[in-house]
């Protein structure tokens, strides 16, 4: 009751808002932010605080004849009963009906360490060896890389526990600067990316500059807080670029570290309503209205944010009398 008074009376003052800010769970932001320019976007931030207690993960485990069995991220959400959930790896056979998939690059679920780093068949796209995101068991994040001196592809450089472990195409910011990769040719000769591909990629023609629905996660510079992004190619939203996300990632939000995942009519984020415990899709998917049956997902198990007492609502109503007029229309909830 306390969010939805919020949201409703935000929406009353008839201002179209740009960014709705909500706290659902302890330790979870949820930012539904849109923008018109340079066309429209319906965009989502999650903002995880890692320390925060009752915060735990859990990525697809190992099954099926391949690696994986393909699932959609809201089932995955509900089968887990967690409170939130997001695509992640790029996967194969795809397209295909076959539910069983798998992974490009290293993944861990629980420390079941079941698929290692790879050079993938779509290096237009994907590059090799990309790095991984890594959960521990006590909530320590990092990125890891291969250790190619080693054989099996799961060794990494760090000393890290693999525990809850995702994989990208890329990582697109590193040390908080843009690392968009680039095509190796004459003018890029330590590019990481080989031309061709389905649309003769190069990069005069960049797979990370077409405008799609992204998936990305990403770390703060202290690794305390993970970072989910999701942009949609549907409902009225037409995508960014990875470096227009990159950019945003890093001036607006402190991103330090962030991986590119598998997106396209793949990028869902779903998330479990504090007050009914009901799962939803909270984005627009650009393959259909229940999202993509994918390779892995990535839940988030979080406790949801108590009810205020009652005499909080009069200070909600001094801020929300102060937010009528101004241009950014923001509900955050405690």
């Known amino acids: 009751m306390f969010r939805a ?4 009376a935000c929406l009353a003052t008839g201002l179209v808002a740009d960014q709705i800010v909500t706290n659902p769970f302890v330790g979870v932001t949820i930012i539904a932010r849109t923008e018109t320019s340079p066309r429209p976007e319906n965009m989502h931030i999650v903002e ?3 320390s925060a207690p009752g915060i735990g993960f859990e990525l697809t485990p190992p099954g099926g004849t391949l690696e994986t069995v393909r699932q959609t991220t809201l089932s995955y959400l509900n089968q887990e009963h967690a409170q939130l959930a997001i695509n992640a790896h790029f996967f194969l056979p795809f397209p295909s009906s076959d539910p069983n998939a798998m992974l490009i690059g290293l993944g861990a679920s629980n420390g079941n360490v079941y698929s290692a ?6 290096s237009y796209a994907i590059v090799t060896n990309a790095p991984a995101l890594n959960i521990d068991p006590a909530n320590h994040a990092s990125i890891v890389h291969a250790d190619t001196s080693q054989a099996g592809g799961t060794h990494i450089l760090e000393s890290a526990t693999l525990w809850n472990t995702v994989a990208g195409s890329a990582q697109i910011v590193t040390n908080g600067l843009k690392t968009v990769p680039v095509y190796n040719d004459a003018a890029h000769p330590g590019g ?6 389905p649309a003769n990629y190069s990069n005069s023609n960049s797979w990370y500059e077409l405008t799609n629905a992204r ?8 690794n305390r807080t993970l970072f989910l992004f999701s942009v949609d190619n549907a409902g009225g939203s037409r995508g960014m670029t990875l470096g227009e996300i990159a950019d945003l990632l890093v001036d607006q939000y402190g991103v330090y570290n962030a991986l590119n995942l598998d997106g396209g009519g793949s990028t869902t984020l779903a998330m479990e309503d504090p007050a009914t415990q009901t799962g ?14 994918v390779g892995s997902n990535l839940a988030i198990f979080a406790t949801p944010v108590p009810e205020p007492a009652p005499f909080a609502l009069l200070a909600v109503g001094l801020v929300l009398s102060l937010l009528v007029g101004s241009k950014w229309c923001v509900v955050r909830t405690k």
């Open 5 to 8: 008074l919020l949201l409703t």
């Open 215 to 222: 998936t990305v996660i990403g770390l703060s510079q202290d």
């Open 280 to 293: 939803r899709i909270v984005n627009a998917s650009s393959d259909n209205p229940s999202g993509r049956s």
């Open 192 to 197: 990481l990316l080989t031309p061709g591909g």
């Open 48 to 50: 995880i605080d890692l």
């Open 117 to 122: 780093f790879e050079a993938p068949v779509q």
